[in-house]
T-cell receptor
């Protein structure tokens, strides 16, 4: 079974600053994937970034980067140059064979102008 | 453009009634999933399907059923609705690959279900 832990229930960040969202995971599968999704107040789930367990380099997608530390079982999301539109819930998720996702409890981010 | 839709978007029902939530995707994805999200929490897997006539139980499947008669649709049925099933329900789909771990799931807009 897989497990995701997000220890930060909520955080404030100043506009234009960077913010790091913590995510630790637990799995016994040798091959797995790590995802981050954004859920704005409107409710939809928006895919942000993916990291495979065998990927050598950390994933980046625009202002999003994933700090993957396999030995520590962590997959932190870094959002650079925060914008007001980044205010949302952020979910870390893990998938193993079969592409089923197990989600963490989420971190609410509020960007202050 | 391909999309995934859910209907209804909002539903109020009474305890004990049967309810069916629809999910339709035009991505031609083999994999489809149903999740529920309770207030302030992440999503939990209810049922999933890897293709036509294939269905599997997820983490919180009690009281729910699904059927897959074609690629595009995976309806979720609550056999006898309970107040504990008040939640937001998300349908998702993804491609299927050999590794099965790295495929982005595309989510529908969600259905807010209230059981009184």
């Amino acid at each position: 079974a897989q497990k995701i832990t997000q220890t930060q229930p909520g955080m404030f960040v100043q506009e234009k600053e960077a913010v790091t969202l913590d995510c630790t995971y637990d799995t016994s599968d040798p091959s797995y994937g790590l995802f981050w999704y954004k859920q704005p107040s409107s409710g939809e789930m928006i895919f942000l970034i993916y990291q495979g367990s065998y990927d050598q380099q950390n994933a980046t997608e625009g202002r999003y980067s994933l700090n993957f530390q396999k030995a520590r079982k962590s997959a932190n999301l870094v959002i650079s140059a925060s914008q007001l539109g980044d205010s949302a819930m952020y979910f870390c998720a893990i998938s193993a064979a079969g592409n089923k996702l197990t989600f963490g409890g989420g971190t609410r981010v509020l960007v202050k102008p | 453009d391909a999309e995934i839709t859910q209907s209804p978007r909002h539903k109020i029902t009474e305890t004990g009634r049967q309810v069916t939530l629809a999910c339709h995707q035009t991505w031609n994805h083999n994999n489809m999933f149903w999740y529920r999200q309770d207030l302030g929490h992440g999503l939990r897997l209810i049922h999933y399907s890897y293709g036509v006539h294939d269905t599997n139980k997820g983490e919180v499947s009690d009281g729910y059923s699904v059927s897959r008669s074609n690629t595009e649709d995976l309806p979720l049925t609550l056999e006898s609705a309970a107040s504990s099933q008040t939640s937001v329900y998300f349908c998702a789909s993804s491609e299927s690959t050999r590794s099965g771990t790295g495929n982005e799931q595309f989510f529908g807009p969600g259905t807010r279900l209230t059981v009184l």
